[in-house]
């Protein structure tokens, strides 16, 4: 078996403004207001903030760029990124258009690293064929930060000089590069590869399950992140050191189906909607992570990691 393979700015600080009336400052929340004797205003927790939040701040997926795996668990709902990565992005909807990752397998789970799906025998005597998807791609590990909506966060950064997020994906920005990318959080989807950096194309697809592996960020194309279903692969049985491969077909998670939801009929796609990330409700929820002020934190941290962000799914709602 082979070796596995692995922007018009807008600052958070601005967006948090607009939502100043729903996240009370630390001393309305904390204290009484002298002048008035109000008892102090209750900060909202996210479920509260998310609740409240208007319609307009959430969107529909692209089903063109949605991808559904269906394993003997349920479903995983996986969004594209063809903004960072359109060669990988085209190359993958044609691989589920002609069913290539039907029949196969998770064939690796390695602890709080990732899992990788795809073929075990690429590249190897046997191997599926790609079907009319391309054998080879350029490297995508990052692109132009020109033309991206970028939502910054105020807080630093170890590995990047700003970070935040473009469309819903975590992301990184050099102002002096004006190069940005896509960074290894929890759910992130990649383009396995070989040594050579244009060596992947899309078949053999990986998505992080542990701690964020940063190091990884502009050494590897990132085509999408998992929306719904990451239970299911965070959940998948260990393989054996030191890289997490199954040797036995047995031990491997077979898979039912990879699918483009633009393929489904719409009356049997999934329903759910992603908050928007350049949203008042985003930046609201933002801040209540950065300073909890709920009674069981005694001391609020006042700084958020890129990766420890939620990004909230919902269902659609009935009208």
């Not at 690429?122 to 939502?151: C, D």
Request: proline share 9%; net charge negative; charged share 20%.
């Amino acid at each position: 078996m082979p070796t596995p393979r692995l922007l018009s700015t807008k600052l958070l600080s601005c967006a948090l403004l607009s939502v100043s009336l729903a996240l009370p400052s630390a001393r309305a929340a904390d204290s009484p207001n002298p002048a008035t004797s109000e008892a102090p205003v209750k900060a909202l927790s996210v479920s509260e903030i998310l609740a409240a939040s208007p319609d307009a701040d959430w969107r529909t997926p692209d089903p063109a760029d949605t991808l559904y795996m269906d394993l003997a668990g349920g479903r995983v709902v996986i969004e594209l990124a063809p903004g960072f990565a359109p060669e990988h992005v085209a190359n993958i909807r044609a691989l589920a258009r002609d069913h290539f990752w039907d029949g196969l397998s998770i064939y690796r789970a390695q602890d709080n690293f990732v899992v990788q799906f795809g073929d075990p025998e690429a590249g190897e005597a046997g191997a599926r064929s790609l079907g009319r998807a391309r054998t080879q791609l350029p490297a995508e590990f990052e692109r132009a930060a020109a033309g991206l909506s970028f939502t910054q966060l105020p807080d630093p950064d170890g590995w990047a000089p700003h970070v935040g997020f473009v469309d819903g994906f975590p992301a990184a920005q050099d102002p002096a590069s004006g190069k940005a990318w896509m960074t290894h959080c929890y759910g992130t989807l990649g383009a396995g590869r070989d040594t050579a950096a244009d060596s992947s194309n899309g078949a053999e697809l990986y998505v992080v399950i542990g701690q964020s592996p940063r190091q990884l960020d502009r050494n590897i194309t990132l085509v999408g992140r998992v929306v719904r279903g990451m239970e299911l692969l965070s959940a998948t049985p260990r393989g054996p050191e030191p890289m997490g491969v199954y040797e036995d077909a047995a031990d491997r998670t077979p898979i039912k189906a990879v699918l483009l939801a633009s393929e489904v009929p719409p009356a049997q796609r999934e329903r759910l909607q992603l908050l928007r990330t350049d949203s008042p409700t985003f930046a609201a929820v933002t801040e209540a992570r950065r300073n909890r002020r709920d009674d069981w934190y005694k001391s609020s941290a006042g700084h958020i990691d890129l990766c420890n962000i939620p990004l909230p799914v919902r269902d659609t709602p009935t009208r």
